[in-house]
């Protein structure tokens, strides 16, 4: 017999918990312990009826039913309700003056194409040019030079290539740089725009009956890796955005927004190859030791 007590209303977590104590897995043990614990207490808190909990489990069977190679509705539900983020902001601190992180999302392809440092990673020519610095540097100050800084991004309209398979060029707004011996690195791109969460599912249904809207804030995806440092996964957030302080996925960190400025300069544009004026924006990004 797992349990100390017969279950009842009074004793329902201990008993169910107590079911869970033989479990060989420590760690396993904890989580759902807990997990119970916080269950039972949210169930007793808002005295859920049998209607309500035949909803939700409506609810997650269609969220799982969603879901397939390309779309994670999971995930996108736990966006939804800041747990990506709160996990991600958990294990992952800013230490030594690190660069804070944010979600990945569901848009990163496992091999953005490798571009020379100063290409352009907009192939269609559409929205406000845009010139992308940085550099990498480690907590102690130095550069990392060869660090891989692969980016990606909607464009001007709000879509990943990836969502206008049809009219898009595929890799559009996605490269993978090489810093150079510096740690530095720059891009060409456009000003990218803030955009809608997929929301034709039960996710977007969830949004829709509790008066929330999908958009994210205009963002810039950015990935950091070098050996011996911790990969670091973040977003450059253009300054002024709408949505910066009501993202949907609740992504958006103050030391991340930057201001994307104008300039005008027609040698610095001609150097880069970009129209002038331009738009600029630098993003320094310090990583953690591994
Ligand atoms: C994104 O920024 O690409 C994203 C993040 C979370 C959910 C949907 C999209
Ligand atoms: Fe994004």
């Keep these: 017999m797992f349990a100390s007590a017969m279950f009842d209303e009074e004793h329902s977590a201990d008993v169910v918990a107590a079911s869970f104590a033989g479990a060989p897995d420590e ?61 991600e902001t958990l294990n992952n601190r800013s230490v030594g003056g690190s660069t804070e992180t944010t979600v990945q999302g569901p848009f990163h392809l496992v091999a953005s194409p490798p571009r020379a440092l100063g290409d352009t990673i907009d192939l269609v020519g559409s929205g406000e040019p845009c010139l992308v610095t940085g550099s990498v540097t480690d907590t102690a100050g130095a550069p990392v030079p060869g660090a891989r800084v692969d980016v990606w991004q909607a464009d001007a309209d709000g879509f990943y290539d990836v969502q206008r398979p049809d009219t898009v060029p595929a890799q559009n707004l996605r490269g993978l740089f090489t810093a ?111």
């Design 27 to 87: 760690r396993l043990r904890q989580i759902m312990a807990s997990l119970v614990r916080h269950a039972h207490a949210f169930v007793k808190d808002v005295g859920l009826t049998g209607e309500e909990w035949a909803a939700a489990v409506r609810f997650l069977t269609e969220t799982g039913q969603m879901c397939d190679a390309t779309r994670q509705e999971f995930i996108l539900l736990s966006d939804v309700l800041g747990i990506s983020m709160l996990v």
């Design 180 to 290: 150079d011996a510096e740690g530095r690195f720059w891009f060409r791109t456009v000003v990218p725009r803030h955009y809608p969460i997929p929301s034709d599912g039960p996710v977007g249904r969830l949004l829709g009956a509790t008066g929330r809207h999908p958009y994210r804030a205009a963002h810039i995806h950015v990935e950091v890796s070098a050996p011996g440092v911790r990969t670091l996964t973040t977003h450059v957030f253009v300054a002024g955005s709408p949505y910066l302080d009501s993202d949907a996925v609740f992504g958006v960190k103050e030391s991340l927004v930057r201001a994307f400025c104008t300039v005008d300069d027609p040698d610095r544009a001609a150097r880069h190859g970009l129209p002038n004026p331009f738009r600029h924006v630098d993003f320094p990004i310090v990583v953690r030791p591994a």
